[in-house]
């Protein structure tokens, strides 16, 4: 118990950073704010002499199936109360208690008629513990010092990172899904996925060749694009300007938008470039600086072209030029002089008095219909100083992991498995993403699916598309499936997000960092290095974009950043970059 408490302590430095959603689904996306400690290494990353021991029970016996697999592996066997293919999961019936993160929208999983036709389906009784909103991490790490763990975890990926994952299971309290052919017999719908998709399995498996989560992958890309540029159709033909694509191109048509009245209410209050927080700026802005090549996974770092060595971006040149073009939009009042501190009450009160010219964002989730029918994305990535032209927020393969952990309490971790690796077949993503046919959606004649019209009835007398869908199926991020058409219902499918995300992806970075996995050592310096230094390069920005740190200071705020260590960051970087290329 004193290991397991000194673990938690340890953790809990670790995940302070990793709060935020790992988005882009179906709920309100505050940007892709994964600290350093969520893009660690590799497969092949080395224990620092602490190794992960094997579990005290033999869990061996295990079973699922749905797709390839039809009989058991040698190396596992099928508990007698279990069904390795078809439905029902369990002959008997069995009880699992699931842990799960909530939110506003959708306090109660025991009310989600999905899950309650997915119980019938399988004869798998789940007993829901309901984390309420905005407690996850205090719930998780209370489960784990008490002892009273439950079966597993749902939709907690924001606490259960790679590295928390790889420090439970040291106190062996995690279930290996990959011992002997456990992931190949009893999840044949996600081995699929992990084996066919190196990035998956290098950021998946650890060093003892162990799988403790069943991710969230992507691949529809309105999903895999985290933030999209939309700009106001009307307001452009207005201007007579042409779409934008180069960062010049983009501040003459924001000043227009500033000097004329662009909305006709005979009012100066039109704000040209907005967003709901100052992390979508960095969407936009970064990949015209060449900046952020590495993809959305990574904020901090990534690699400088020429030396082909790591970079602490905000200490690279570029940032510079980076900071005095943000600097020059703020001072002319083009850029939203509240984005460093707009509260989403601000924002949808912007967006619905039909005063924004632009912005960033995932999807138009949070604007009227009637407001974000008059955008569209723009057409190429925006083309900066030096001729850079990326488009930055893309995620890899692998959106998140932890999105479905099973601790070694779970007496049945075979059922578990199966029970979640069917939300990766087709038929099973259709169900955790539309629910029920005929109760919740229903198929187009184009093959698409859209939800009954009383869902939009619900959402047109007031209430929010979560809250209305939140009765058949899941919202929310973190979710054990893969992200792609036609099952993924998301607001980025709609047409507009759709395309813009679309019209970037000949701007991707060449090559996208997914999650990692630190040694144990690396996650440990990390934490200590990481959490300063970053909230630190936020503050500066924040302050040099204001102008309440003048550009002179620059070279101190440097200095400052290789005092706090950030050479050690940019080292252990690098050889997790090794590590995964090897």
């Given at each position: ?345 601000q924002y949808v009160a912007k967006q619905a008095g039909g005063k924004v010219g632009m912005f960033c964002y995932t ?123 036609p099952y993924f219902y998301g607001r980025e499918m709609d047409p507009i997000p759709n395309k813009a995300a679309n ?80």
């Amino acid at each position: 118990m004193k290991r397991i408490i000194t673990s938690i302590i340890a953790v809990t430095l670790m995940v302070s950073m990793l709060l935020t959603p790992l988005s882009g689904c179906r709920k309100k996306d505050s940007g892709d704010t994964s600290s350093a400690l969520d893009v660690g290494s590799s497969e092949n990353s080395l224990p620092d002499n602490e190794s992960i021991p094997e579990e005290s029970k033999d869990s061996s016996a295990t079973s699922n199936g749905n797709s390839s697999a039809g009989t058991a592996s040698s190396s596992v066997k099928v508990p007698d109360n279990m069904n390795l293919t078809g439905f029902p999961i369990a002959k008997k019936t069995v009880k699992l208690k699931i842990m799960v993160d909530t939110s506003a929208a959708q306090p109660d999983f025991s009310k989600v008629k999905m899950f309650q036709a997915y119980e019938k389906m399988t004869n798998v009784k789940i007993e829901w513990i309901n984390i309420p909103s905005g407690n996850t991490r205090t719930k998780v790490m209370l489960a784990f010092a008490s002892g009273e763990l439950p079966d597993a975890f749902l939709k907690c990926g924001s606490v259960l990172t790679n590295s928390t994952q790889y420090s439970f299971a040291k106190d062996n309290l995690l279930y290996d899904m990959n011992k002997g052919d456990r992931l190949k017999t009893f999840a044949p719908n996600f081995y699929k996925f992990y084996s066919e998709n190196n990035d998956v399995k290098k950021s998946m498996t650890f060093a003892n060749n162990a799988v403790y989560s069943f991710p969230q992958g992507v691949e529809a890309i309105p999903n895999k694009v985290a933030g999209k540029l939309f700009i106001n159709k009307g307001w452009l033909k207005k201007s007579g300007k042409k779409m934008p694509e180069t960062i010049d191109e983009l501040y003459d048509v924001l000043v227009y938008f500033r000097d004329n009245d662009m909305n006709g209410n005979g009012k100066s209050d039109e704000i040209p470039l907005s967003a709901p927080n100052y992390n979508y700026i960095t969407y936009m802005l970064y990949g015209a600086f060449g900046l952020g090549n590495r993809g959305v996974h990574s904020r901090y770092v990534d690699i400088d072209e020429k030396t082909g060595k790591t970079r602490l971006i905000a200490a690279s040149v570029k940032y510079k030029k980076y900071l005095e073009f943000c600097n020059k939009l703020y001072n002319e009042k083009l850029l939203d002089n509240n984005i460093f501190t707009m509260t989403d009450s601000q924002y949808v009160a912007k967006q619905a008095g039909g005063k924004v010219g632009m912005f960033c964002y995932t999807n138009l989730a949070t604007i009227p219909d009637e407001i974000g029918n008059q955008f569209e994305g723009i057409t190429k990535a925006l083309k900066g100083p030096d001729g850079d032209q990326i488009w930055y927020p893309v995620r890899s393969k692998l959106h998140s992991t932890g999105a479905f952990v099973i601790t070694n309490a779970c007496k049945n971790p075979e059922i578990a498995m199966r029970w979640a690796d069917y939300f990766y077949s087709d038929e099973g993503n259709l169900l955790y993403n539309y629910g029920v046919e005929g109760v919740s959606h229903v198929k187009n004649s184009d093959g698409t699916y859209k939800f009954v019209r009383s869902v939009y009835d619900v959402v047109n007398n007031g209430l929010t598309f979560d809250a209305a869908v939140a009765t058949h199926v899941a919202v929310g991020g973190s979710n054990p499936i893969i992200t792609k058409e036609p099952y993924f219902y998301g607001r980025e499918m709609d047409p507009i997000p759709n395309k813009a995300a679309n019209n970037m992806t000949k701007y991707f970075p060449k090559e996208i960092w997914p999650t990692f996995i630190f040694t144990p050592k690396e996650s440990s310096t990390l934490s200590v290095i990481s959490t300063e230094l970053e909230m630190y390069i936020d503050k500066m920005a924040a302050s040099f974009i204001t102008g309440k740190e003048k550009m002179s200071g620059w070279d101190a705020y440097v200095k400052k950043l290789y005092g706090m260590r950030a050479q050690e960051m940019l080292d252990i970087y690098a050889a997790a970059d090794k590590r995964f290329k090897s």
